[in-house]
């Protein structure tokens, strides 16, 4: 038996606020950050996980994954390993830590963030990327990861073993497509709220040549604003590229529904986050409204309960999974089995702290394993702090080079920790 | 100007799980526990306010109330309480923090223990109960202390003020007839999962005599015990006095609709949390499948946006607001409108730490401003706890006697937060 002895975490703040990367109208100058864990075995083996936020909190954020110790310290990391369904489901369904949720915010985040560091680690002991790791699991164990409850009027495991197994004849063709073409992706980089117009026209030309097909815009903070800064990108990129604009919450259902209908001209490839990620029938609504436009959501989407009301409704056209809002990796296999029964694409949130290195493995599982499709499906980048990780994601030609190194591309360099750990980090005792 | 300068958290926890008070199919050892904050002004005036928690991760709870500390400290407490929804807006829209939910979980549920304790501060300072004093404010007042982002689509401010007018006239005569009848409640005593048969007949008698006129049960662990339990509740307080059951979210939507009709010959008053919380669509269609038997929920739904969606749905007969689930007074004054708006009732969950001491104000206010109704309106009573507060809750007769000091009863005695602070109190060296 090899137990887990070590399980350090760590609070992780990068200055995004002064060059107003990240900015957008809800947002205007986070500080991304990252509350970030380790977990060790007595052989050695390691684990990283965490969660993404933007600044103040992040201690608090870091509070709860700490709160989860307890529940990890002295396991037995080969019986959790081959039981990571059985491990989820003792996380979530602490009964005493789930009443501060249940299944959303910072305690569930935090679950994800331990979840996703023993996935990390079984990865790594396996030698192998995770997405590959994954695929490699047969059916039953795919469906053994999934805590089904609440989810069984819209997805059974009979279900999800169906879509599992349609997949399952082309899986080491795809894989081997994605070893050699990569997986789509789009940038945000141009969008950001707080560029000016002519850095907006640079980064959207540059992501032209980059090779990326799709670019998005950050919309709703002023609409004489959104609509120029639209045109500049259209004038820029051209017809052949699309641009998808990202509202971030800002609006109410019946402000969402005119101020689309204004964008309109530039043909959005989509309207994200167009209100509250709460609200499943505004959404519902907003989509009805706005058709044949498309509505995208998901990062802030707390769990599989609200993701499954979305496609009940007909709320969305694009669903975007985040990895460390939800209960990790087996909370996000729920989702994109959800997705399949769906037939709704699955185009990951990305960028922040790491949301890239981790999502791409997802994409890539849901690829290889559930959907077996490409259509319609693209990852979000964004090009900043990719150099603090040990195994950057990469992408070239506007695409997502499959990872090859061990793992879920989850470790932080240890340079890295030292200047950014907050506040007694070289960046934080200078400033 | 009166500057706050005290702000001041404590981690209690009472160790309920010895007697299994509390215990239901979801939580079946529960410490009931208070992350509690004391502010102060300069001048020496106090408010207080808690999140309830059931044990684990009421630290978790307890940094979060502190990550708000900056946001208040040295606050112009005077300013405050004159714009109480700017103070509310301000803690919400916080955009580092409200990432960490956005809207719900542990961030904001400390947002609303600080709104909640400058409430209690403010009432203080006006020598009122807090029912009255909400209740002496124009209506305008009230109408500025709602954030209807993410509301327009169900209620506007122009709605909220036609509600709140219609009630105006009345405000007077039914503040009056509180003073002298009381609010009517329920007892969930009996009920408590872990208890005996023996001691559901005994605590169902006494609720009997005590005066109450609904009793609620907790279901949703094992059927054949629900019924047993059902027949003996019912043979003992027979056809006249209400049963409600309460499932703590237990079962998946199709479970529910055929565990109900099992239940159906024992006639419950309503069926509490069926499903999860975050389920909007499954509620709405677990009430379709069980009617004429009722739904209610609300303690565990997050935020306005959850509550609003409920109604939109027909989802729900009873609404159940909880005092420190929610972004504070102000969001439970929207909710309250919402439910006005929808024309449903509005019941709330109490017991816990505190919890009756809390909402017995919350619904006094709509009692005097909002719905000006007491039909088919109860608070749930718990017997527990309340010796640890300086103005505890008083049911005689099965109903709660209106509140007279001046506050929101929040304040727990000083030799209880000696005896149960965790870990260092006298409760926790000892054990």
């Known amino acids: 038996m090899t137990e887990l002895v070590r399980f350090e975490t760590v609070d992780l703040r990068f200055p995004t606020s002064i060059d107003l990367a990240g900015s957008d109208a809800m947002n205007p100058d986070p500080d991304y950050s990252a ?3 380790t977990i060790r075995t007595e052989a050695g083996d390691s684990g990283h996980g965490f969660v993404f936020t933007i600044g103040r909190g992040n201690d608090v954020q870091v509070a709860a994954i700490d709160a989860l ?3 990890v310290q002295g396991l037995d990391i080969d019986a959790a390993i081959a039981d990571m369904g059985g491990l989820s489901r003792k996380l979530v369904y602490d009964s005493q830590l789930r009443w501060l949720g249940p299944e959303k915010g910072v305690m569930h985040m935090a679950i994800g963030a331990v979840i996703n560091a023993v996935w990390d680690l079984a990865a790594r002991r396996a030698g192998k990327p995770l997405w590959e790791f994954l695929s490699g699991m047969s059916v039953d164990q795919i469906v053994d990861l999934i805590d089904f409850r609440y989810l069984s009027d819209a997805l059974t495991p009979s279900a999800a073993t169906d879509i599992l197994q349609s997949a399952f004849p082309g899986r080491a063709t795809r894989a081997e497509a994605l070893l050699t073409y ?9 969008g950001w709220l ?9 980064l959207a030309a540059e992501a032209v040549s980059d090779g990326f097909g799709q670019i998005k815009l950050k919309v709703g903070g002023d609409l004489s604003d959104d609509l120029r800064r639209l ?3 259209r004038d820029t990129v051209g017809p052949g590229v699309r641009i998808a604009v990202d509202a971030n919450q800002r609006w109410d259902v019946a402000t969402a529904i005119e101020w689309i209908r204004q964008l309109q001209p530039y043909e959005p490839s989509w309207i994200e986050e167009p209100t509250s990620p709460d609200d499943v029938l505004g959404h519902a609504a907003i989509r009805k409204n706005i058709a044949p436009l498309k509505v995208a959501t998901g990062e802030h989407v ?3 309960v609200v993701f499954k009301q979305l496609l009940q409704a007909g709320a969305i056209d694009v669903l975007q999974i985040d990895a460390t809002r939800v209960g990790g990796v087996n909370e996000n296999i729920a989702i994109l089995l959800l997705a399949a029964q769906f037939g709704v694409p699955v185009c990951p949130h990305a960028g922040g702290v790491g949301l890239c290195e981790l999502v791409q493995h997802l ?3 849901d690829f290889v394993a559930v959907s077996g499709s490409l259509d319609d499906r693209m990852i979000e980048h964004a090009a900043h702090l990719h150099e603090h990780f040990v195994h950057p994601a990469v992408v070239q030609g506007g695409r997502y080079r499959a990872p090859i190194a061990a793992g879920f591309s989850a470790e932080i360099r240890a340079d890295s920790i030292a200047q950014y750990q907050f506040p007694g980090g070289t960046q934080w005792q200078d400033s």
Do not use: V
Not at 183 to 190: C, D, F, G, I, K
């Open 35 to 37: 509350a970030y864990l």
């Open 69 to 71: 110790a307890p529940l």
């Open 182 to 190: 990569g997986y789509p992706a789009y940038t945000t980089e141009p």
């Open 194 to 202: 707080g560029y000016s117009d002519e850095k907006l026209a640079r």
């Open 231 to 233: 045109k500049i990108a």
């Open 302 to 304: 707390q769990n599989r």
């Open 363 to 365: 994409s890539m599982f």
